[in-house]
């Protein structure tokens, strides 16, 4: 196991989380948010319509169904081999929709050659303790490919202690 991994390990049990059933987090649909970026012509002609895209963090996966389209592979990664493989049972017709799910360390994955076109960030940076935020940023930068696009929705947006949630700020 990897420095990276222990570190994740050790703050947050995500795979004790899900098998407990202790996702409070899942609101039982898309992102809202994410919802409404696409909705509006302006900021969906920012999103590149062909590619690649990865949700890390990606809980349910609602938001990886949402964002995968006929041209844009989406592929949704978790730590928590227990939430991928509920989320593999579930969608098992995900292949055929351009989507899938990965059980992997977003900080040590293997990226694909080319990069992501797409990367959708909601709830998977302030699942990061704050010391980790240098790593979250630096993985980002390799990841995704030149002309590519990342979407964060920083939530929360305050300066409560402790987490996760952790707390997010505009300046970041």
């Avoid at 062909?50 to 349910?60: A, E, F, N, T, Y």
């Avoid at 592979?73 to 929709?97: F, R, W, Y």
């Avoid at 977003?106 to 940076?125: M, Q, R, S, V, W």
């Avoid at 995704?144 to 202690?161: N, R, S, V, Y």
């Amino acid at each position: 196991m990897s420095e990276t991994e222990k570190n994740l390990k050790q703050s947050i049990d995500w795979d004790d989380k899900w098998q407990t059933g202790n996702t409070q987090w899942d609101a039982g649909k898309p992102s809202p948010a994410l919802v409404s970026l696409l909705e509006n012509e302006e900021t969906k002609a920012l999103i590149p319509e062909k590619g690649q895209g990865l949700v890390p963090g990606c809980g349910s996966g609602y938001d990886v169904v949402f964002l995968a389209t006929k041209d844009r592979h989406m592929t949704g990664m978790d730590i928590s081999q227990t939430c991928v493989d509920k989320l593999n049972k579930e969608h098992p017709d995900a292949k055929t929709n351009n989507y899938g799910f990965t059980c992997a360390n977003f900080y040590e994955f293997d990226a694909p050659k080319e990069g992501y076109n797409l990367a959708y960030d909601y709830t998977f940076l302030c699942a990061m303790e704050p010391y980790m935020r240098p790593t979250w940023a630096k993985r980002y930068s390799e990841i995704i490919a030149k002309d590519g696009i990342l979407i964060t929705l920083m939530f929360p947006l305050d300066e409560h202690e402790g987490g996760p949630p952790f707390a997010l700020s505009e300046e970041m």
